[in-house]
């Protein structure tokens, strides 16, 4: 769990995923710059399902019924995220939390687990704990992998 370097050096395509939705989505969240990660969804059609911590689907939502709506909380988010003071280095923290490793790839569709589990340790003394998946639905389009859609905050 928590790897700072891809992976996957022997597998392009999850390597490609992996740096996708760690390396670049992560780093991109902690800047706060969605230009950073804007070119890896497909747009057209794009919808997000919060699953608000529940296992049962009856208690999910259609948060992000566009893009647009989704880039917003991502970016309400980072910035809540940024104003707040860690007691250890955030970057390496939510790698050591983060598990992007269970990917599933048939043909030009593929479906990422990423897991967040772990502790990171705020300056009040507090403490961030992070338990939940997301599973991101990803397609193939000219020749480079992109996010389709994902069920996020489920229990892990």
Known sequence: MGALTNPFPND??????WDMLAQR?????????????????IASGFFGLHAHFKPHPDDWT??????EA???EWLRQAA???????????????FRATDA???????DRALLRKRFHGVILRADGGQDQLDWQTLY?????SGRWKIASFVGYLPR
């Open 12 to 17: 392009s395509n999850r390597a490609e995923i």
């Open 25 to 41: 989505d992560i780093d991109a969240f902690l800047a706060a710059e969605w230009s950073a990660v804007s070119g890896d969804f």
């Open 62 to 67: 259609l948060a992000f019924p566009t893009l």
């Open 70 to 72: 989704y880039r917003d």
């Open 80 to 94: 809540e995220t940024r104003a707040i003071a860690y007691a250890e280095p955030l970057r390496e923290a939510i």
């Open 101 to 107: 490793t269970g990917i599933e790839i048939m043909g």
């Open 137 to 141: 639905v990803l397609a193939r389009r």
